[in-house]
């Protein structure tokens, strides 16, 4: 979200629901063209993250969620830490994830960058599997029936569908609204409906396919209000109400405010986290030596077809 922005909801649909989806799926798209062209071997993480960001807040959208920025094993919730120096790799395979949101209405879309050269099958099983997914879309599937096209193709080109990770329905503020799309045929399945938004991601993995929490964690969320005598702990967690109370956030956005005061904020948010009042989001990732390839866009469920937001 944007700092400062009032959050309002109302129990009537939105006549303008459909164009601030598509708003938020503009700038999220060009948002992440524009982070694909910053990866480059010797870029500094930190920098394109900040960079891709500012450009979001000032093309008019705010933040749905920290820029992803994964890299090899790594499928998702990886976002520098505040003047992180890690820098890209010439061999890295790496995810970037953007998400935006108009008005509350949300843009969610990632892509891969190969910059070895060497895995454009490994690329291409994520794009054609979205690609095919998106192309029986319409109101009246069953999600089951994406995620077999997703599976099935991803298997296709040999790798693995990777099975804990998946789409998610979109509502206003609300990233993971709801109904779930798994990258693997489940018989767990719901039926679409005109008007869904729904971000369809697979993933493609060389690994088992299956990712897991590791100790790496930059990405959290607001969860409530705690009790607490540490003075720094209750200004960030203001902090954090007053400004990110509906969708994740970086801790880097949060430390700004806190430059001199590095450890007791560090302490303030393990203390926060300990009491719940937060919730940390770990980077996710397959085997040690696998690669792992996104693609994500975010769709409106028409009567015949969808409409793609985030081109």
Wanted: proline letters at 3%; hydrophobic letters at 35%; aromatic letters at 10%.
């Amino acid at each position: 979200m944007k700092e400062d922005e009032e959050v309002e909801w109302s129990e009537e649909e939105d006549p303008h629901k459909i164009e601030n989806y598509l708003k938020a799926g503009k700038v999220a798209g060009e948002a992440r063209k524009k982070a694909a062209s910053l990866v480059k071997p010797g870029k500094n993480v930190f920098e394109l993250a900040e960079e891709v960001e500012a450009w979001i807040l000032k093309q008019g959208c705010g933040w749905s969620f920290p820029v992803n920025i994964s890299i090899n094993n790594q499928a998702a919730h990886y976002t520098p830490k505040l003047n992180d120096e890690l820098v890209f790799n010439e061999n890295d395979v790496v995810k970037v994830d953007v998400g935006t949101h108009y008005n509350g209405y949300i843009g969610d879309t990632a892509e891969t960058v190969d910059l070895s050269g060497e895995n454009g099958k490994l690329v291409e099983a994520s794009e054609m599997a979205l690609e095919n997914a998106l192309s029986i879309v319409k109101a009246g599937v069953g999600s089951h029936e994406i995620s077999r096209e997703i599976e099935k193709t991803i298997k296709s080109y040999g790798f693995k569908s990777v099975e804990n990770l998946g789409g998610h329905m979109l509502e206003q503020y609300e990233l993971h609204a709801g109904y779930y799309v798994p990258n693997v045929e489940s018989s767990d399945s719901w039926e679409l409906e005109e008007g869904f938004a729904i971000a369809i991601e697979p993933f493609a993995s060389t690994g088992r396919g299956y990712v897991r929490e590791g100790t790496y964690t930059e990405i959290f969320s607001y969860e409530g209000d705690v009790l607490t005598r540490n003075n720094v702990a209750r200004k960030v967690l203001e902090k954090i109400k007053n400004n990110f109370s509906t969708m994740p956030f970086a801790e880097r956005w949060i430390a700004k405010d806190f430059k001199g005061n590095e450890f007791q904020f560090k302490l303030a948010m393990r203390e926060l986290l300990k009491l719940g009042a937060i919730k940390g989001y770990p980077v996710l990732q397959d085997d040690k030596n696998s690669l792992v390839s996104q693609r994500e866009n975010t769709i409106i469920v028409e009567k015949d077809s969808c409409k793609i937001t985030t081109v």
